[in-house]
């Protein structure tokens, strides 16, 4: 079966991988809303160069381009409505026949395109160097409710699972003879049976899962003892204070200017 998670651990690990995960938590926080309240390109972008250093850092780069080039139809959409339809356009930046880019659009499209980038990358800074079991682990550690906890887990393992299931469920119906390769229209023809149980399966496991806690005392009130306790970073207090720093400086910049 597939991996359940889209954590990648190089052979060796990397710092991003040792970092403790409420640090890279802050640091997503940091860098998305310091994205959106900085209004020039050359902000976003430098702030957008720290997460690729950090997916660079973290040996995960080629990881996160799978997931920008799914948001590649968001992007280009952004990109048509914003560049061509901008209701503050004046300035021609590009002309074919009746087709017209103009210049403020794309200047405010560009801009959007880079924060959203920037959140993807963001994103996958924490999500593809940290296992989910240990950020959630963390977060109650943190003081933050098992209950929420394990709705958190669950979202964050939701679509992992949903894609190795999806693979168990072609590989048996490939044994029994059903045809999944070929044009497009035989291969939606084949999806559209995997839906049924794929959902059931989900369903059946949730539930399953649901046992499973119940039986080992999740709604306990009990003090609880832990298999693993998580260790702090060393660096961890010094990151924090420095990603606080810089978006209160960015704050105090942009209330200024």
Known sequence: MRNM?????PEKG????????????????????????????LMVSLVLAVSIFLLVTGKVFRSILPIIGVSFVLLAS?????GFFH????????????????????SIAFLILLRVLNMVC???????????DELVETLIQRGLSPRF???????LQIIPQMMALTGKIMDSQRAR???????????????????????????????????????????STRKRTRLHEIQPYKYG???????????????????WS
Do not use: C
């Open 14 to 41: 990397s710092p991003v991988h040792r970092m403790d995960p409420v640090t890279k938590l802050f640091y997503v926080f940091t860098s998305v809303i310091i994205s959106y309240m900085v209004m020039t390109h």
């Open 237 to 255: 207090i010094a990151l924090k204070a420095l990603l606080a720093a810089v978006l209160l400086s960015v704050i105090v910049w942009r209330i």
């Open 149 to 155: 906890g394990y709705v958190l887990l669950s979202v």
């Open 87 to 106: 209701p503050d356009r004046v300035t021609v930046l590009w002309e074919i026949g009746p087709v017209t880019l103009y210049k403020e659009g794309f």
């Open 122 to 132: 963001a994103f996958g800074v924490l999500i593809l160097t940290t296992k989910p």
């Open 5 to 9: 998670t889209l954590y990648v651990h």
């Open 177 to 219: 003879g059903l045809e999944m390769e070929g044009s497009l229209w035989v291969r939606l023809k084949s999806f559209i049976p995997l839906l049924g149980p794929v959902v059931l399966r989900s369903l059946a496991e949730t539930r399953e899962r649901s046992i499973a806690l119940e039986v080992r005392g999740f709604n």
């Open 78 to 82: 952004i990109l048509i409505v914003q």
